[in-house]
């Protein structure tokens, strides 16, 4: 499980484990396989029928995954287009001032910068040290 993956996430991966692995049982149950992952299946299980059985049902499983996360990012774009064809566009002067913001230099020592980062003045060893501890806190304490 990742560092940072929900508990919730992981419920969620194992119910859609289990119903692809569910929907493969059917699948064979009903004597629906695919010809050519059987085909497959059966020369890596050497013509044991129940291995190719088991090798199927691990490459059906990755292939039904694959084309759901295809068909998820294809929705997932669709919607990013939609947003941005239905989204309004900025008029003239909202363009200038945002190329005005663009052209603008920006003082490099800004403390909007390094909101996050504690920063002592003189000393960057320091701020490196605090920052580090604080990294480590949240690595310890999300372990």
Do not use: C
Not at 115 to 136: C, E, F, K, T
Request: hydrophobic content about 40%; glycine content about 4%; cysteine-free.
């Amino acid at each position: 499980m990742s560092l940072f993956k929900s508990k919730q996430d992981a419920l969620t991966e194992n119910l859609y484990d289990e119903q692809v692995h569910g929907a493969v049982a059917s699948e064979i149950a009903a004597g629906e396989l695919v010809p050519g992952l059987w085909a497959k299946a059966f020369a890596q299980a050497d013509g044991n029928e129940q291995r190719a059985k088991a090798i199927y049902i691990k490459l059906r499983v990755d292939q039904l995954k694959l084309s759901n996360a295809a068909e998820v990012e294809r929705s997932r774009e669709a919607e990013r287009l939609r947003a941005s064809v239905t989204a309004p566009r900025p008029t003239q002067e909202q363009r200038m001032q945002q190329q005005e913001q663009q052209v603008k230099p920006q003082d490099p020592h800004s403390p909007q910068d390094r909101q996050w980062m504690p920063v002592v003045p003189g000393r960057p060893w320091v701020s490196l040290l605090v920052n580090l501890a604080v990294v480590l806190g949240l690595y310890l304490l999300l372990k």
